[in-house]
């Protein structure tokens, strides 16, 4: 678990206006999500939120991609929420707890319902590879911000000083690779069916030895038909 918020860290999120050229929303809507989210979170989770949306946001500027900051911090913000308890179902993907989660705080809030969907959207396919980056930006930025935090991909994109940049702001400590993992395991341990035919099978595979992966092919050969 990487340690919590300095004073330091603190007093750059509250003096920087910008993060590697990146403004974060700072509307009455994007400053209650923040504050939902930093409640909720761990620090581990919060501060990579975080880095997802800069590194979503500055994706799509290299990609001169037009996007909703807004909605991308929204789905930025929100995307795990679905491995807290608080927001953890029992039997959905933690992806479809966290956009069922940001949904309902957008509606409450009077957002459009076309811009909850491409929030929810992008929080449900977050971890669902080679589909997102057809769609919105939003939802595209969301996965490439992911992507890049969790699995180093995209780097191309975004200059090395901007990336330091960021992480100085929102740390990820010394061991953020194995804290990670154990942050998924653990919301998603307790209903490992939900991780059949994405990636958070292999986190189940690595963290439980007793795990057994539902087989796709098994399914069709020995399903209900006769042929």
């Known amino acids: 678990m990487i340690a919590p918020t300095t004073t330091a860290t603190v007093t750059a999120m509250n003096t920087l206006e910008r993060i590697a050229g990146i403004a974060a929303p700072d509307s009455a809507l994007a400053r209650e999500i923040t504050e939902l989210v930093r409640d909720t ?28 900051p807004e909605l991308l911090y929204a789905a930025a913000m929100f995307h795990d929420m679905g491995l807290t308890p608080a927001h953890s179902s029992k039997d959905k993907r933690f992806e479809v707890d966290g956009a069922d989660t940001a949904r309902a705080f957008l509606r409450s809030k009077g957002v459009s319902e076309a811009e909850v969907d491409t929030v929810w959207t992008a929080i449900a396919l977050h971890t669902t590879p080679n589909i997102p980056q057809y769609m919105k930006p939003e ?34 400590g010394p061991s953020f690779k194995q804290d ?9 341990r307790n209903k490992p069916e939900t991780t059949f035919g994405n990636v958070k ?27």
């Open 41 to 68: 979170e761990s620090d581990l989770l919060y501060h990579h939120s975080r880095r997802v949306y800069f590194f979503a946001a500055l994706t799509g500027e290299a990609k001169a991609l037009r996007y909703d």
């Open 139 to 172: 939802i595209a930025l969301l996965t490439a911000g992911v992507e890049m935090d969790v699995l180093g991909l995209g780097f191309e994109n975004v200059q090395d000083a901007d990336r330091e940049k960021v992480a100085q702001v929102h740390p990820r």
């Open 180 to 188: 990670i993992v154990g942050a998924f395991y653990n919301g998603i």
């Open 201 to 227: 099978a292999d986190v189940m595979a690595y963290k439980d030895p007793h795990f057994e992966r539902t087989d796709f092919v098994q399914c069709i050969l020995h399903n209900h038909w006769p042929t």
